[in-house]
């Protein structure tokens, strides 16, 4: 762990900064912290994280609102007690790596700040092929392989596939995806990509039943994960 990377908690409880703090620097970071938006945008312009702990009741402006402002410069994580969907599916549209509810296990907090580190990448063009356990996804070569052997997908199921190895760990939101592999006007169509995450769970799953790679989030999106 490099001791320069650091972190801003932006919460307007005390309490919760203290128990984030406590853990995070436990693990390496430096911590800066935020208890207001006005705090966290001078933060981010002084301090210059790589990493935003978010949560979106501040008492000045919704944390929401935030999102795209801290993007331009950080991996946000949003932790947050708003645990609705739509909720979700709002801070992620608007930019957000990832969203932790409160209650949160500090371990968990801590691999999202990981994996929202380990995939700050360059562009997709510079990337190495992504690996799940036995499966290698190369994005140069538009090349999917199981176990050393290549496994042909549909365009719709690669298209898939692609835009969550680009953002391995990730949830991309259902409109997101319907949006980037379907095209603009097919936001809703959600049975379309069940459709295309059966066929790859399919293939590409020891047990489609059981998927541990494809990872559905409920009316949210979905994130590939794995070992």
């Known amino acids: 762990m490099k001791p320069s990377v650091k972190i801003l908690v932006v919460d307007d409880e005390p309490a919760i900064r203290r128990l984030l703090r406590s853990g995070l620097a436990r693990a390496g970071y430096d911590v800066v912290e935020a208890g207001t938006a006005r705090e966290a945008l001078n933060a981010l312009a002084i301090d210059q994280p790589e990493v935003v702990l978010l949560d979106l009741g501040l008492p000045d402006r919704d944390g929401l609102e935030l999102i795209p402002a801290l993007k331009e410069q950080a991996s946000v994580i949003v932790v947050s007690a708003r645990d609705a969907t739509d909720q979700k599916v709002a801070a992620l549209d608007m930019g957000a790596d990832d969203y932790v509810s409160k209650p949160f296990d500090s371990e968990e907090v801590l691999a999202r700040i990981r994996t929202a580190l380990r995939h700050r990448l360059p562009s997709r063009t510079a990337q190495k092929p992504v690996r799940f356990g ?40 259902h409109a997101q995806l319907l949006r980037s592999v379907w095209g603009p006007g097919h936001e809703s169509d959600v049975e379309y990509l069940r459709v295309a995450a059966r066929g790859v769970r399919r293939k590409l799953e020891d047990d489609p039943a059981r998927p541990v790679m494809l990872r559905n989030e409920p009316g949210v999106g979905y994130r590939l994960t794995g070992p």
């Open 134 to 173: 036995d499966v290698e996804i190369d994005l140069l070569a538009r090349v999917v392989r199981k176990g050393g052997s290549e496994v042909h997908l549909t365009p719709k199921e690669y298209g898939l596939l692609s835009e969550l190895a680009c953002n391995p760990g990730r949830v991309i939101t």
